[in-house]
């Protein structure tokens, strides 16, 4: 068997926040993301939602509430970022710094590259890298 007979496909990736509606209001209302599903589960004590900058496709973002976490998660070695692609790193980064969204790193040249690219925050100090497109 290969994986031209299975066919996977691209669902989702989850992040565990701190505070629900400033992630949202990250996701949803400064980056554009549509909300696709928001579900409470009482008896777990959490909360998922799911967002999409494409509800026709089935690839989202999952954000997890867990009521009671009141401290930083730990990123974690393995954990990389985020990526978002963008027509203009420069032009996003100016709307992004507007809206007070802090920056990492500045666009550039990709190290041994030649995409622009540039690293932003989000609420949970998550790293989301901007590129664009070759």
Not at 93 to 113: A, D, S
């Amino acid at each position: 068997m290969s994986t031209t007979e299975i066919q996977f496909g691209f669902d989702h990736v989850m992040l565990r926040v701190l505070d629900l509606e400033r992630s949202l209001a990250f996701y949803r209302d400064t980056l554009g993301m549509t909300l696709v599903r928001h579900t409470e589960y009482e008896s777990g004590r959490f909360t998922n939602v799911f967002l999409s900058f494409n509800e026709a496709t089935q690839s989202s973002l999952e954000l997890t509430w867990n009521w009671d976490q009141s401290e930083a998660y730990e990123k974690g070695g393995a954990f990389g970022h985020l990526a978002l692609m963008v027509k203009d790193v420069h032009q996003a980064v100016r709307y992004l710094e507007e809206r007070g969204v802090k920056i990492k790193t500045p666009p550039k040249q990709m190290n041994h590259g030649k995409r622009t690219i540039a690293f932003v925050f989000d609420p949970d100090e998550y790293l989301i890298e901007l590129v664009e497109p070759l």
